[in-house]
């Protein structure tokens, strides 16, 4: 622990004192008897730094604001004389000065927690699928750069948090989390820890999983309650759906596994469309056209993309082309009508007139997004139209509901 430039408490030193604390203890409460001895220590530090020159002649460059609020709610008629006046002032500046070493104490900062992470890393348990090292290396890589992964977000917390005992708050009594198929299981698990007096009410629907492959109800269900120690997990089927016309329903339920036990709803409408395109110009200009079409004739028309990366790229493609047309992010609070252009991770529980799905090529749709074009699909609530740049996804395979407007560009010779 470095000050000034200078170390103040060495690498050894820490060790030294750590070595003699009884290890029987529990692993936080060895933590404070470390920190408490370092604080002491501190102390002393401030009391003879208040006696050195260099910090008497800082005391005397201060002007009459700064000595004020070294002085607080004292004034000098609170001192017998001068001399004890000035011992006040130099021990306020010495802590005023140290204060910063002080809170590098009492946050844990003598521990090097992305080193401890990566031991972490180094013994725990791992799906076959990851390998160990380039796990680890992409971490520091990243951490090089002061980027932090989200996926090592709620581990690295849930670890640092063990270690010091800190995190938890009791005061919450109820936690709700909605849509808890797109949160990691990690992130489950630290939020339980660190609201360890609320009851949870944890809910979610597998089948529209964004960020994951697609995975039974009961198999998440089981995997969720396990972890979390459940103790009233309660599978609910609703089979009966309300928004989409019984056209784009029964699209979007083929890509499921037991797609074939959700009702439609009798409400019809025209079939779900898709316009392939094997060129970026042609994609563009029925893109553009298609939009216009439906603006025409529906209050609301969702462009959904994959990421918000992806939306900002067509909004910048389409907004020459449009005057009422928006870029919805997190920041926005309200939808406005005509073409709204949003990621799908924010159209969740919204539904729109018409939707528009860009790219369902099979580059940007495979096994593993299958309930990220499912959760797309079902948020139009009349018309659907699919484009695709190159050859449709394989996840469709009822080209029965599908009409399909494919045109093939020939190059001249």
Known sequence: MTFNGRTFFSQKHFQHIWDQIDPQLKLQDQLVKLKN???????????????????????????????QRLLGSKSIENFKDTAA???????????????????????????????????FLQWIDLPASIHRQ?????FQHQLEFHHFPLAHTAPYLYLRDLLTGRGQNRNFQYVFIDEMQDYPLSLLIYLKYTFPKAQ?????????????PLEAPQVLLKRVSKSLQAQHPTLVNLQQSYRSTYEITQLATSLLP???????????????????????????????KCAQRLQNGY?????????GQQAQVLYHLLHPHFNQISHLTEHDL??????????????KGLEFDAVILPDISQDHFTRQQTGQLYTMMTRAMHELVMLSLGPITTLITDSQNLQIDQQISFKPK
């Open 334 to 347: 309200s939808l406005k009508t005509g073409i709204i252009i949003l990621p799908i991770y924010l159209a």
């Open 299 to 307: 209050q609301t028309v969702a462009i959904l993309s994959q990421n």
């Open 200 to 212: 949870f009410t944890v809910i979610g629907d597998s089948e529209q999983a964004l960020f994951r």
């Open 37 to 67: 001895h370092f604080i002491r220590i501190l102390k002393q530090r401030i009391t003879k730094i208040a006696q050195s020159d260099w910090l008497t002649k800082e005391l005397d460059t201060l002007n009459r604001q700064q000595i």
């Open 85 to 119: 006046y000035d011992r006040y002032l130099a021990r306020q500046l010495a802590k005023q000065r140290l204060r910063i070493v002080y809170d590098a104490l009492y946050n844990n900062l003598m521990i090097d927690f992305p080193n401890q992470y990566t031991d």
């Open 134 to 138: 380039e796990l680890i290396q992409s």
């Open 258 to 288: 037991d797609g074939d036990q959700i009702t439609a709803f009798s409400r019809h409408g025209d079939q779900p469309q898709v316009i392939i395109r094997h060129d970026s110009t042609a994609w563009q200009a029925a893109l553009i």
